[in-house]
């Protein structure tokens, strides 16, 4: 049974960083799609990242330049790191992955079966 855990959320001012883990247990086989969303309060679930297992990544155009998605398939361990943030980044921030995807990495929800626990993030201004 694969699972998601998520860490490293927390409580920044604007212009501050934070980086997000997201550890896999289970097997995770050779191809991937492991996505990152948020949602903020009263809004949709919007996906921010994504990469595949050789490390392609997609961006949204709110976070490009600022959040980078990388992975460590040894440690079956994923990242956002996010830089410069502002108050419009606050929201819970979700992993989410879909096994043995054989196409560009996936910003839509859609295809996503497992998903982490999300952790919070706030950045006040």
């Known amino acids: 049974q694969v699972q998601l855990v998520e860490s490293g959320g927390g409580s920044v001012q604007a212009g501050g960083s934070l980086r997000l883990s997201c550890v896999v247990s289970?097997?995770?086989?050779?191809?991937?799609?492991m996505g990152w969303f948020r949602q903020a309060p009263g809004k949709e679930r919007y996906g921010v990242a994504c990469?595949?297992?050789?490390?392609?990544?997609n961006y949204a155009d709110s976070v490009k330049g600022r959040f980078t998605a990388s992975n460590d398939n040894a440690r079956k361990t994923f990242y956002l790191e996010m830089h410069n943030l502002k108050p419009e980044d606050t929201a819970i921030y979700y992993c989410a992955l879909v096994l043995n995807w054989d196409s560009t990495c996936s910003r839509s929800g859609d295809p996503y079966n497992y998903w982490g626990q999300g952790t919070q993030v706030t950045v006040t201004s």
């Open positions: 990469i595949v297992d050789y490390g392609a990544s």
């Open positions: 289970g097997d995770l086989p050779k191809t991937y799609s």
